[in-house]
């Protein structure tokens, strides 16, 4: 993309606010192509998230797999409500092609229904606990962000009496709050697939996660799942500051589980615990402007740890 190019670009779509109730400028906005240096560095998390969402989006409009949660309809009612809608859908396409494309959505669409059947959890058998415990060895670490756990953590997560006590911090990291709650120190068992969105409980699909990343992972699968804008606090030295959602956070680490410094870092989730900073220190905190950071490359330094009863008033839900 030329100069010319990239400043027509910013122009175009930073004008949006004055003219996102008028068609023919959104117009022009859907037909440019978003340059890479907008998405930046996590470019294939946030462009895979936003096709996987349209996708879904468009099996929905065609058939809403919320209407059959309780009740199968059947194969055969699916394949007609999307026998229905090809024609008007695909008209560039040739007609001798309407059936496999039949084909193919209605095997989508029922494939997304199955997966939203309402489904009763059952409690881990000891054995799987025990299985996951062999597999993370004896210093395990939270799959997501690296947290190590402790040994009030691990005797609770295999249901051993113990005198242990539960951690207890002075200072919590304000961009990733792990610690103001007993939950976030538990060892925990994550489908890395959702159960609610159909993930099985195979060995293959099970990990062991902290409370807090479980609980802020919960369901979710695509960064667009929650808010735009992320939330504002009054941070004791640096003032007004933006902090993401935890879910991006989750997200992130997830995804990349090592130290994006650019110079080059060994450090992953199974040798420490990862955060997230901004790319840009003056940028707000965002998914383009996070990455994932061991607490050696964190520009943040001393500034990122605030006092537990401040960060209570300001970040416990």
């Known amino acids: ?18 003219t996102s109730w008028q ?13 890479d240096f907008i998405t930046g560095k996590q470019d294939s998390v946030l462009r895979a998230d936003i096709n996987t ?22 194969y055969a009612h699916i394949v007609h409500a999307v026998k229905i809608e090809v024609p008007s859908l695909f008209t560039n396409i040739e007609v001798s092609k ?11 669409v029922d494939k997304e229904i199955q997966r939203r059947q309402t489904r009763n959890r ?29 040994q009030w953590a691990i005797d609770k997560f295999l249901g051993r009496v113990t005198s242990e006590e539960i951690p207890q911090l ?17 060892m925990e068992i994550d489908h890395v697939f959702p159960f609610a969105d159909g993930g099985d409980d195979d060995p293959s699909n099970l990990r062991i996660a902290c409370g807090w990343c479980n609980a802020y992972k919960s369901d979710r699968l695509s960064i667009y799942d929650v808010g735009a804008k992320p939330p504002i606090i009054q941070h004791p030295k640096l003032g007004r500051v933006s902090i993401p959602h935890p879910f991006w956070n989750v997200r992130l680490l997830s995804l990349h589980r090592r130290c994006e410094y650019e110079g080059g870092c060994d450090k992953t989730t199974e040798n420490a615990e990862l ?18 950071t061991c607490l ?3 520009h943040l330094g001393s500034d990122r740890f605030i006092s537990k009863a401040l960060a209570e008033r300001l970040l416990k839900k």
């Open 275 to 292: 955060t997230v900073t901004s790319r840009h220190q003056e940028g707000s905190m965002n998914p383009i402007n996070l990455r994932v």
């Open 98 to 108: 309407h059936g496999e494309l039949i084909k193919q959505i209605s095997r989508l």
């Open 53 to 74: 969402l349209w996708t879904q989006w468009f099996l929905e409009s065609i058939c809403d797999p919320e209407r059959f949660a309780e009740g199968y309809p059947g």
């Open 23 to 35: 068609m023919t400028s959104l117009n022009s906005i859907a037909g440019l192509r978003v340059p």
């Open 1 to 18: 993309m030329n100069f010319d190019a990239i400043c027509s670009f910013l122009e175009t779509t930073s004008a949006r606010l004055e």
């Open 296 to 298: 050696d490359h964190d």
């Open 122 to 150: 059952i409690a881990f058998d000891p054995s799987v606990k025990d299985a996951l415990w062999d597999v993370h060895g004896p210093e395990p670490r939270c799959w997501i962000c690296g947290y190590r756990f402790s």
């Open 170 to 186: 002075q200072f919590i990291d304000y961009l990733k709050p792990h610690g103001l709650n007993r939950r976030d120190f538990q």
